[in-house]
DNA sequence: TTACAGTCAATAAA
DNA sequence: TTTATTGACTGTAA
């Protein structure tokens, strides 16, 4: 099953070869790096495909001219910033999928386990800061059941079922973010209300609050917890076996050693200039569903 | 030019 | 093999 995982991940190898050029597989489905993102960056293509008005503007708003360092990454230049909609993106092979599956078959314990050894924490913790409104709104229900409708085959099932537990959890922790998930799987319809969330984990004790509160309420802006989404991404990580390597450079376009500083001395946002951008890329990510996060690691890949 | 920021890439350390 | 360090380099903003 890691195997599995492995070559999908694996297909790294040439990552910036430039067959993308010369053999235009996915035009669309080729988001990469830098210079695709400075036009809209980030949401641009969720916005149009769903509501979810100003937000791409705002993600905008210092994306002035992203130097995108001309030296290298020479091909990589698809304008198409990813359509991300997940749906499109399962659909079109969901072979995948089914490794994927597997790969999250060997985690069942890691997530059940999430809320349970923790959940002394997530007791405390879930009520605790963050985890505010936006959680209830749009709670797990409502993506099990988007997954479920997009999971033509079921094997996926699990993996939502894992998935959900993060997904709401970055939504609570992140706070800010709120409404553009929501918009991503919203478009079906909303599942019950069936708040509890108990998926807590990383990241609370850090009491990033401290950090100058941009976490919680500071509305849905931008303001990125910096420091909590490095741990998350890190125990995303983890928890799939994805090296920073692969997530660097598929992800991020960045090299190993620039995410691993990153995450290990996440700087304040405050602090950050354009390096904001690299952090946005790691939250947007967190935000996706399995599915999707999963096939951008493999896509960016080929 | 100087001071920074953000990265890369080589390589040391696990 | 994967992650951590770190010196060098590039683009920006004084």
Redesign the pocket.
Known sequence: MVSSM?SILEGAGEYRTDHTLSGPLHPAMTMS?DSGMSLSSTYTTLTPLQHLPPISTVSDKFH??P?S?????PAHQRLTAGNVSGSFTLMRDDRSLASMSNLYSHYPKDMSGMGQPLSPLSNGLGSLHNSQQTLSAYGPGAHISNDKMLSPGGFESHAAMLSRSEEHLARGLGGHGAGMMSTLNGMHHHGHPHSQANGSMLSERDRQTAGGGQSSGSGQVEEINTKEVAQRI?AE??RY????????QRI??????????????P?PWS????????FRRMWKWLQEPEFQRMSALRLAGE
């Open positions: 492995a790096c002035h001219h130097h360092h001309p030296h290298h990454h890190t990580l983890k076996s994805i090296p920073q390597a692969i997530f660097a991020l376009c960045r090299s190993q050693g620039t995410l691993s500083d990153l995450l290990r001395n700087k602090k950050l200039k354009s390096g904001r951008e690299t």
